[in-house]
């Protein structure tokens, strides 16, 4: 049998798109990320025509027949649901205008990826593609991304749960997840964003009655691991890589 890494045709090309930047990278069907993987700045204001022609250009220089791709919102069906951050047009810090919403909410995206680069592509939120990259298919594992904003995902058993989208939700004090955990908020005041971690993760834990948790995300290098010692339950800090990993679950799980 061919090794992975020498057929084109067993490899993945799997693509993470967050709010500042894209990542690139090939993986093989271990989920072995195969290069350094690239990154292409997010592109503002990010209709949705500009990001398809943005990602079209990179998968057509890809051999592989399968792409998985995490998208920054919420996702379901090939659809988007909410585009989060990608309805701002100079990116997290401008206000959401409501045209460039409407262009986005309901938009088939994944059909639209498929159409303009003749591959298999299969498309899921951030954070579900995170948790495809680092849950181990045992009891309740939650896992958070910390990025620009906040995600969230949920498997039980190896099974992964449909739940809300929460970076759009007040958390406290008139902020919501994504003010309060985004990367605006670190910069800015990164003593007090590490006990905000630890607020948001307790809340999340007892919400959902995790039995393990994964901190990923470009921001989860950041939280220390002393932060989590009342937890009744361990805290893996996985690296900004995860969703990278997972895209080959999307066809091979």
């Known amino acids: ?33 195969l290069e350094v ?8 204001p990010c209709s949705p025509e500009r990001l398809i022609a943005l990602l079209a250009e990179r ?23 909410r585009p989060g951050n990608l309805s701002r047009p100079g990116g997290v810090t401008t206000e959401i205008d409501p045209e460039l919403d409407r262009e986005w909410v309901g938009f088939a995206f994944e059909d639209a990826l498929r159409d303009a680069t003749g591959r298999d592509v299969k498309v899921v939120n951030d954070a579900t593609l995170a948790a495809l990259g680092c849950c181990d298919g045992k009891g309740v594992e939650l896992v958070l991304t910390f990025g620009t904003g906040l995600g969230l995902a949920l498997e039980v058993d ?17 902020l919501t997840y994504d003010q309060a955990i985004g990367e605006r908020s670190r910069a800015e005041y990164p003593e007090r964003w590490q006990h905000l971690v630890e607020r948001v993760v307790q809340r999340f834990v007892a919400e959902f009655h995790a039995t393990s948790v ?13 932060l989590f010692g009342d937890l009744p339950c361990p805290v893996v800090i996985n690296g900004n890589e995860a969703p990278l990993h997972g895209a080959v679950k999307l066809f091979y799980h």
């Open 158 to 174: 190896g099974s992964l749960q449909s739940i809300r989208d929460v970076g759009a939700e007040v958390f406290e004090g008139g």
């Open 214 to 226: 994964h901190l990923a995300g470009g921001n989860a290098r950041r939280i220390s691991p002393d």
């Open 59 to 81: 998968i057509s220089k890809s051999k592989c027949p399968r792409v998985g791709v995490g998208f920054p919102g919420k996702f379901a069906d090939g659809h988007v649901i």
């Open 1 to 33: 049998m061919a090794s992975p890494h020498n057929s084109w045709s067993d490899r993945i090309l799997a693509i993470d798109i967050g709010a500042t930047s894209i990542k690139f990278c090939h993986t093989d069907l271990l989920g072995t990320l």
């Open 37 to 44: 993987p690239r990154r292409r700045p997010t592109p503002y």
